[in-house]
């Protein structure tokens, strides 16, 4: 039997289907499906498809599903099937059916749950890929920890993932990095210029001003002394040192940001450069593909709604014909001046990642980028042609800390934001990648820093670590016990389970049992949240049969007088204990064998 008993169940209602009404299409066929049920009253799960077939095969629906529910009902894992609603079928399964899931789950492991949907195929996840400038903030941390467990779920679900990170090195904002560490280098030296001044003769103004870019300016001092200044301290030509300070202030930044993202336990395999992609001829690539297809031309746009003629100047620049691959309107690629546009070198990245061979490409970006999905589409659908890989953008909205009900104080380091690491600091990495994954990234979320360190069921974190913490205890108890035997994973395998029928073990069961589907399901999704909220069902759900436990004697985990009772509910801790660590694993969250 499949580790996904609900697959399983699918495949027994389709070839029931098939077998009663062999004309009915494969079309019909594919949207059939087996869900669980959202109340156990109707049974463990239920399926559609009877409502699917009933309009090709030109039947009633509720006849259709009482003589399937009917043929269903002699399948020798089913208990019960009842036709129910408009035409769908609530399907009971056998105890023994759920019983005989536990063993499946102790041989396996954490790799529970990992699904060959996947087939293989080659995943490149691009996420954080924050512009080198500063530490990283709280909005990059949510990209970063939903990339992460988004690329650890595609993985669990038998995708091949690269997760890479794209370096913004080569546009304005780099250069405003560079003068603002060289204000921090003439300070360094004892200059003489005010800030205000010497923002006033900058190109761009003094654009970062944190407290962050002090060491580097002292660094650039010791190396360099003055030669990187005038004679006067003040301000030398841009010629002489603008590459220098530029190259330094980005590997340093890039330091940093590769310093926070450990800190929160996300690792890239590919870093790739704007700049090195320029340089390796990569636009000029590009371009050329797009003219080759007839994809450019010169063009002048409508003005943006909103605009009136008096503030809409018309100019005509280099436009991609975006419109003819689903854009709502061409895009310009190259400005009047002749310069490149930022989506230009996107397009560029986007053809270096189609050439080496994905199958399936996904970006993560803060929500400011909503707008920008439908020309990055038609960008991938044009460079790749019949062979473009599917291309996805998640979009992740903006964070606000709070802290005693107020927003967090913003870091003086920073200047500007909270940074990523203030947050770590405040309540750990584990508790940080936890909350980020407790709502869609498409919805705002408030951090609340007390909620986040209390230790109540209103706190994810906690209430799913402390029941694992609770299932180690439990094993930790038995395994010293005289006469029980081993209590590791493989013996428990082996234990009689037939004691398992109380309705708290049943459901903890079957909640275990939807963990291959749910990786499934989120996968496919591309919604790695979905894992924080079931983690945090089955952490209910083994709350719920603890402390039922405390009441009624006869469900207690460990019982002295009855060893093969006590071998079977240890099964079933065993079984949670591992889920949860698979799903925290998904999450990329330690799990904890003991609460402090």
Same mark, same amino acid.
Not at 172 to 199: C, K, M, N, P
Not at 228 to 256: F, N, T, Y
Not at 469 to 495: H, I, P, T, W, Y
Not at 501 to 525: H, K, N, S, Y
């Given at each position: ?79 019960? &099937? ?12 056998? !105890? ?22 996947? $087939? ?5 996840? *691009? ?18 920890? @939903?990339?992460?467990? /988004? ?21 304005? $904002? ?12 003439? $300070? ?47 301000? &030398? ?22 310093? !926070? ?55 005509? $620049? ?18 009047? !001046? ?67 009900? @107020? ?6 380091? &920073? ?70 035997? *081993? ?67 006869? /469900? ?41």
């Amino acid at each position: 039997m499949s580790d996904n008993l609900f697959t399983h169940l699918r495949e027994i209602v389709l070839a029931t289907m098939r077998r009663l009404h062999p004309d009915l299409g494969q079309d019909a066929l594919a949207r059939i499906e087996v869900t669980p049920t959202r109340e156990a009253a109707h049974g463990d799960m239920a399926t559609n498809a009877a409502l699917i077939g009933a309009k090709p095969l030109g039947e009633n629906p509720r006849a259709l599903a009482a003589s399937l529910a009917a043929e269903l009902a002699t399948h020798k894992l089913i208990a019960k &099937a009842e036709p129910a609603g408009p035409g769908f079928i609530n399907i009971s399964l056998h !105890d023994a059916v759920w019983q005989e899931q536990l063993p499946g789950m102790l041989r396996t492991g954490v790799s529970y749950g990992a699904s060959r949907l996947g $087939q293989g195929a080659r995943a490149n996840v *691009e996420y954080v890929s924050a512009n080198p400038t500063g530490p990283l903030h709280v909005g990059h941390c949510r990209g970063a920890v @939903v990339g992460d467990a /988004l690329a650890n779920l595609l993985a669990k679900a038998g995708f091949a993932v690269t997760r890479e990170y794209y370096v913004n090195d080569a546009g304005a $904002q780099v250069i405003a990095l560079a003068w603002s560490v060289y204000w921090r280098y003439l $300070q360094a030296i004892g200059t003489d210029l005010t800030e205000a001044d010497f923002a006033a003769a900058t190109p761009t103004g003094l654009q970062y001003s944190g407290d962050y870019l002090i060491p580097l300016g002292a660094q650039l001092a010791k190396i360099h002394g003055t030669a990187l200044a005038s004679a006067e301290r003040g301000i &030398a030509d841009p010629a002489l040192w603008l590459d220098i300070v530029r190259d330094e202030a980005i590997s340093a930044m890039m330091a940093l940001v590769r310093d !926070d993202l450990a800190a929160l336990g996300v690792h890239h395999d590919v870093v790739t450069s704007e700049a090195e992609m320029i340089r390796s001829g990569g636009v000029t690539r590009a371009v050329a593909t797009l003219e080759q297809h007839g994809l450019l031309y010169q063009g002048v746009l409508e003005p943006p709604k909103g605009k009136t003629p008096d503030d809409w100047e018309p100019r005509e $620049q280099t436009l991609f014909r975006s419109t003819d691959f689903g854009d709502d309107v061409d895009r310009p690629v190259r400005k009047s !001046d002749g310069s490149n546009t930022y989506f230009l070198n996107d397009i560029a990245y986007h053809a270096d990642k189609i050439a080496r061979d994905f199958a399936l490409l996904i970006d993560v970006l803060g929500a400011d980028h909503g707008g920008y999905t439908k020309r990055m589409q038609a960008a991938v659908k044009a460079i790749g042609g019949n062979s473009a890989p599917d291309f996805e953008i998640v979009l992740c909205q903006i964070v606000r800390v709070l802290k005693d009900g @107020v927003p967090m104080r913003m870091s003086k380091r &920073a200047g500007t934001y909270v940074e990523l690491r203030d947050l770590i600091d405040a309540v750990g990495a584990d508790v940080v990648r936890f909350i980020m994954l407790m709502r869609k990234s498409d919805a705002q979320m408030d951090f609340d820093l007390d909620a986040a360190v209390a230790q109540t069921r209103e706190n994810p974190v906690f209430y799913v670590q402390y029941a694992h913490a609770r299932c180690r205890s439990v094993l930790r108890a038995a395994a010293s016990m005289d006469g029980l035997g *081993e209590v590791d994973d493989a013996s428990l395998a082996q234990a009689d389970l037939t004691s398992l029928t109380a309705p708290e073990e049943l459901a903890l069961i079957r909640r275990l049992a939807a963990w291959p589907r749910q990786v499934e399901a989120a996968a496919i999704a591309r919604e790695p949240h979905r894992i924080g909220f079931f983690v945090y069902e089955v952490a209910s759900d083994f709350h719920a049969l603890w402390n039922k436990g405390r009441d009624d004697t006869s /469900l207690r985990f460990i019982r002295s007088d009855q060893h093969a009772e006590t071998r079977a509910r240890l099964a079933l801790v065993a079984a949670t204990a591992l889920v949860i660590r698979s799903a925290l694993a998904v999450m990329g969250v330690t799990p904890v064998e003991e609460m402090r």
